[in-house]
């Protein structure tokens, strides 16, 4: 609405992450650079944590891209998934064909076969988890086991671990010493500080096209700063609406006045911090300095990005696996199956009742797991945490167009030990079938990596 108003070729400050408007002030660049380093170059699992909405998934898809051509990426966003469940998600990512009801330890075991031959075709494989601190600790433990891959002395999957800062707070318990144990690098993604802000708005104005001076006053960067706290989601959601009042009023500069209007409609949190630390100068140019270390080390010994070692594992493979992982298998339920609760009444009710459209989803899901057998296969299009209702509902108002056929639910589950939606789509008798059918989707619904699941796995 306002790109006319201001010169400007697309929106500068959209939420959703686009790659092109990467900011690599405020030690992001400098991150990017030594994280992409400790992928490449090391083989241990690598975490990165940081508040919500303070670039996590714009710094993984960043480094999505930046990573050599012979690395096999594996990303998953969907992070309420069981230890069996995150299996079957990596075998979909690389494409493994699995049988129907295929038992935990086939699929591992299809897993490593796979990544042993793309080793020895010179690949590394590079599993990226978004929203890590959601995973049960189940899963978490599967991590562990799965960073026990080898051939040859060489690791088959590295592992990046992306998170808020629960996530330590998690590792730092004692049934997760081993897990933290493996972790060779720790990235903390901290907020901006307030000249970080001035500059962080107007690389994204002039990004998006804008070739005048400055619009936001010293005034309102100090209150767009204050509001944020730091957190770039925020800052963005400010800077957008400060614009469009900015439109309306038919100015050309973003006031004091255009901020408060942006902040009073946005109605943030607040909330502050309660992992939150002192960004000190000391600190900053610590990081820095260990990054400008780590690129000077690339130089002086003169490797690239990823040291390919296309060693002969075909004829003399050393496998160091992880032990056998126990699971039952999963049977058919019989045709006098009993009927099943539905998972949308968790053992914690989310604080705010849900909006309409996600309550008619919510029941439909509950009236269609009654009468659903195990074995039958849906597709998860999404997961996200109970907090977030005006954005499930946005998503559902937009999915619900592509919805011919009322084949779109959404359910209620504690499995991560905190109340998460889930958003599923069809009923299919297979999880080729499933497969097939997530290759349909419109845009609108594989935006976020869907995969297929079975039904047993919400019981």
């Known amino acids: 609405m306002y790109l006319d108003h201001f010169g400007l070729q697309e929106p500068p400050f959209r939420i959703t992450p686009h790659t092109e408007f990467f900011f690599d002030g405020a ?31 714009m710094l993984c898809r960043v480094l999505m891209e930046r990573l050599p051509e012979n690395t096999t990426i594996i990303y998953l966003a969907n992070p309420s998934l069981s230890r069996e469940d995150i299996l079957y998600a990596i075998a979909d990512e690389l494409h493994i064909e699995l049988a129907d009801n295929a038992r935990t330890s086939h699929v591992l075991r299809a897993l490593q076969n796979h990544l042993i031959t793309s080793f020895s075709e010179g690949r590394r494989a590079v599993l990226l988890i978004d929203e890590a601190h959601a995973m049960p ?54 907020p901006l500080v307030r000249n970080d802000i001035a500059s962080y ?9 804008y070739r005048g001076p400055s619009v936001f006053t010293e005034a309102a960067l100090k209150m767009i700063a204050k509001t944020s706290l730091g957190l770039t989601r925020r800052i963005n959601i400010l800077a957008d609406k400060s614009l469009l009042a900015a439109f309306a009023s038919g100015s050309h500069q973003i006031s004091i006045k255009e901020a408060r209007a942006a902040i009073r409609d946005s109605e943030f949190s607040p909330a ?7 960004s000190t100068p000391l600190r900053r140019s610590t990081a820095l300095a260990i990054a400008a270390l780590v690129i000077a080390a690339i130089t002086l010994v003169g490797i690239t990005w990823l040291v390919a070692t296309r060693q002969d594992v075909a004829t003399n ?21 009993p009927i099943y609760p539905a998972p949308s009444t968790p053992s914690k009710t989310p604080a705010t009742t849900p909006y309409p459209l996600t309550q008619a989803r919510l029941a439909s899901a509950e009236h269609w ?91």
Do not use: C
């Open 201 to 209: 708005l107007d690389f994204r104005m002039r990004a998006a096209g």
């Open 317 to 337: 493979q050393t496998v160091s696996a992880a032990a056998p992982i126990s699971a039952l298998p999963i049977k058919k339920d019989a045709t006098n199956a």
């Open 369 to 459: 797991l009654q009468q659903t057998a195990n074995d039958r296969w849906f597709i998860q299009l999404w997961t996200t945490d109970v907090t977030q209702q005006a954005e499930i509902e946005r998503f559902l108002e937009k999915a619900s167009e592509y919805d011919q056929d009322n084949q779109l639910r959404v359910y209620l589950s504690s499995l991560s030990g905190k109340p998460r939606y889930g958003i599923i789509y069809g009923d299919y008798p297979t999880r080729e079938a499933a497969l097939k059918a997530k290759k349909l989707l419109p845009d609108m619904l594989a935006k976020n990596n869907p995969y297929p699941r079975q039904v047993i796995r919400l019981r």
């Open 27 to 57: 030690n992001r660049g400098a991150t990017l650079d030594a994280l992409a380093y400790a992928i490449t170059h090391d083989e241990g699992i690598v975490k990165v944590s940081g508040e919500v909405g303070s670039g996590k998934t």
């Open 272 to 278: 502050t911090y309660p992992h939150k630390k002192n």
């Open 137 to 190: 600790a189940d899963t978490l433990e599967e991590i562990r086991l799965l960073s026990n891959l080898e051939a040859n002395r060489h690791k088959l999957l590295q592992i990046v671990l992306f998170g808020q800062p629960e996530l330590n707070d998690i590792l730092a318990r004692a049934d997760m010493r081993q897990l933290k144990e493996r972790i060779t690098h720790n990235f903390d993604l901290e």
